[in-house]
T-cell receptor
Framework: GAVVSQHPSWVICKSGTSVKIECRSL??????MFWYRQFPKQSLMLMAT?????????EQGVEKDKFLINHASLTLSTLTVTSAHPEDSSFYIC???????????FGDGTRLSIL | DQQVKQNSPSLSVQEGRISILNCDYT??????FLWYKKYPAEGPTFLIS?????DKNEDGRFTVFLNKSAKHLSLHIVPSQPGDSAVYFC?????????????FGKGTKLSVKP
């Protein structure tokens, strides 16, 4: 149980392109989903927290207009990297949590490479 | 300023022996701690957690110990198996304004040798 699916797993695209990453909880309803970013040899850094049906809460230093998050249902959240540039190249990973008393369960991540 | 620290980037253990992974934290508001295991090209997998009202939680070969006065927790794996070779992340969550978000350490790469 507690499976989180993240798609796509790897994206290569040109600078200026917008990229959408999907995160789905397959066998549970996720009231909260989280988006993280990981740089090489660094820990996971939380970008934003989204609760179903409400606006995402972004961490300090994360541009809201750059990283658009939508959590339209209890099983799906999307992260759109708008007008991506090479410095946005990173590993993005989502997690989902059923409620506050449950652990977060992670997707397998998306490797984003902007040329 | 790192609130969750895993000071050992790597650990090598012989199969069958005990693996001890350590984690220190600085924020006394943290009240929930988790360990995740991560294989290359996969997302972290939840292993075990502990609430601050406990000092020990056991699940099969995995035991997590929490020392609140020292702000230290550890994960014991016994007996260690080659399949346990992975990166282990310690994470902490707090009440109050944190909304239960996780703060991760940088991870410790465990290698279990046959």
């Amino acid at each position: 149980g507690a499976v989180v699916s993240q798609h796509p797993s790897w994206v290569i695209c040109k600078s200026g392109t917008s990229v959408k990453i999907e995160c789905r909880s397959l066998d549970f309803q996720a009231t909260t989903m989280f988006w993280y970013r990981q740089f090489p040899k660094q820990s996971l850094m939380l970008m934003a927290t989204s609760n179903e049906g409400s606006k995402a809460t972004y961490e300090q230093g994360v541009e809201k207009d750059k990283f658009l998050i939508n959590h339209a249902s209890l099983t799906l959240s999307t992260l759109t990297v708008t007008s991506a540039h090479p410095e946005d190249s990173s590993f993005y990973i989502c997690s989902a949590r059923q409620d506050r008393n449950q652990p977060q369960h992670f997707g397998d991540g998306t490797r984003l490479s902007i040329l | 300023d790192q609130q969750v620290k895993q000071n050992s980037p790597s650990l090598s253990v012989q199969e069958g022996r005990i693996s001890i992974l350590n984690c220190d934290y600085t924020n006394s508001m943290f009240d929930y701690f988790l360990w995740y295991k991560k294989y290359p090209a996969e997302g972290p997998t939840f292993l075990i957690s502990i609430s601050s009202i406990k000092d020990k939680n056991e699940d099969g070969r995995f035991t997590v110990f929490l020392n609140k006065s020292a702000k230290h927790l550890s994960l014991h794996i016994v007996p260690s198996q080659p399949g346990d070779s992975a990166v282990y992340f310690c994470a902490a969550s707090g009440t109050g304004g944190s909304q239960g978000n996780l703060i991760f350490g940088k991870g410790t790469k465990l290698s279990v040798k046959p």
